[in-house]
């Protein structure tokens, strides 16, 4: 397995403990994982495409790597009351309308890449829950929160942006 592939994995293993970091009311402790997890999605790209280490392996489970670690952020903050119901109803919808074509098209033989807009909806995601988790473990400081809310308002209306462009970009997927 090589270092990008390890930095996917090792993001997938970092979830419990920001779980239980957060959940135990740890919230610096929280951040700095979620955070360092953030930091394994900027360089396993990176590394992958520097040293022309992209595998099937890398495409599929990076995204899903990506999103097991903000979906659980984001079931932390809708359980805490920090974060909409509907906002995550969005991003989810926008999820697995986008597995849907990928599944369509990768039963055809076809791999469907992520594009910039969605990279930069996860990145926008991920500042936003940074910020966020910043603000909880900063409590004094209510305008933390409100910042790292307002980017991750920003993150819906990119997601919801990304998701349209996929599809266009993508619709011959719906008649194969």
């Known amino acids: 397995m090589n270092l ?8 997938v293993i970092m979830v419990p403990l ?7 009311d740890q ?3 929280a951040l700095v994982v979620f955070a360092l997890a953030s930091l394994t999605d900027f360089f396993d790209g990176k590394i992958a495409r520097e040293r022309n280490l992209v595998t099937n392996f890398g495409k599929i489970m990076d995204p899903l790597a990506d999103k097991i670690l903000v979906y659980s952020a984001l079931c932390l ?3 805490g009351g920090h974060i909409k119901s509907w906002m995550l109803i969005v991003l989810l919808a926008r999820e697995f309308i986008i597995a849907g074509m990928r599944t369509v098209a990768a039963s055809e033989g076809r791999v469907l890449a992520a594009g910039m807009s969605g990279k930069i909806k996860t990145a ?11 603000g909880l473990a900063v409590p004094q400081n209510e305008n933390i929160l409100i910042i790292g809310s307002l980017i991750f308002f920003v993150s819906i209306i990119a997601a919801v942006y990304s ?7 993508n619709r011959d997927v719906f008649s194969m």
């Open 163 to 169: 998701g349209v462009e996929y599809i266009v970009k």
């Open 18 to 24: 920001y779980i239980a970091a957060f959940m135990m």
């Open 124 to 134: 926008l995601q991920m500042v936003g829950i940074i910020i966020m988790m910043l």
């Open 77 to 79: 903050f809708l359980e």
């Open 27 to 29: 919230h610096l402790i």
């Open 4 to 11: 990008p592939n390890k930095l996917t994995v090792l993001r």
